[in-house]
């Protein structure tokens, strides 16, 4: 169960789009059968929001501003017209279907300069 | 409105048990799988458990043997028992929903630390 590979940390400034990388392998993000990679949101203090599931769903209520996609074994998730609001850890993760579980990415800290 | 409330958590020495409950309004609760997630102090998000709503269940490797996950589908509440505590189990944990293999609403999170 070894976590997903994500970048410490990715910064843009305001209106520019920026794409964060999850890197996994066969078993979680590449798997042929399942396609459950999903986003979360987090600002310091708060409570983990989901912002993308099944790679590229949106729930109700969240910006098209985040979208997700996955080539092979490596997830994204690309905010564009950056804000000041996005300023947040982003985590991904993928459900493991042989074994059952789900892994988490390390997380990236997005800074808005 | 969706409203998960953990509680249960608190100091406890190293070897020390500890239950967590989570209580559910708001929704179906027995038609929807559940979850404990948990986030260390400073550190990334972690799962632990699973339960589906048929009540089989799933674990990280981290906590097999140690940790139960169970639910009361008519008192709307789900708990996680937690036995042989460790130091590296210290973390704020989530109950949270699952839908479509993601975990969509999440509980405020109660805190765990384990220390002598």
New interface residues.
């Given amino acids: 169960q070894s976590a997903l590979t994500q970048p410490a940390s990715v910064s843009g400034s305001p209106g520019q789009s920026i794409t964060i990388s999850c890197g996994g392998t066969t078993s979680d993000i590449g798997s042929y059968f399942y396609n459950f990679v999903s986003w979360y949101q987090q600002h310091p203090g708060k409570v983990p929001k989901l912002m993308i599931y099944e790679v590229n769903k949106r729930p109700s209520g969240v910006s098209n501003r985040f979208s997700g996609s996955k080539s092979g074994n490596t997830a994204s998730l690309t905010i564009s017209g950056l804000q000041a609001e996005d300023e947040a850890d982003y985590y991904c993760c993928s459900f493991e279907g042989t074994t059952f579980y789900w892994v988490f990415g390390g997380g990236t800290k997005v800074t808005v300069l | 409105e969706v409203q998960l409330v953990e509680s249960g958590g608190d100091l406890i020495q190293p070897g020390g048990s500890l239950r967590l409950s989570c209580a559910a309004s708001g929704l179906n609760f027995n038609a929807y799988h559940m979850?404990w997630?948990r986030q260390a102090p400073g550190k990334?998000?972690?799962?632990v458990s699973?339960i589906g709503s048929g009540g089989n269940t799933?674990?990280?490797?981290?906590v097999k043997g140690r940790f139960t996950i169970s639910r009361d589908n008519a008192k709307r509440s789900l708990d996680l028992q937690m036995n042989s505590l460790r130091d590296d189990d210290t973390a704020v944990y989530?109950c949270a929903r699952d839908?479509?293999?993601?975990?969509?609403d999440?509980?405020?999170?109660t805190l765990v630390a384990v220390s002598s």
């Fill in positions: 979850n997630v990334g998000l972690e799962w699973y799933w674990y990280a490797d981290s989530y839908q479509d293999y993601a975990f969509q999440w509980g405020q999170g």
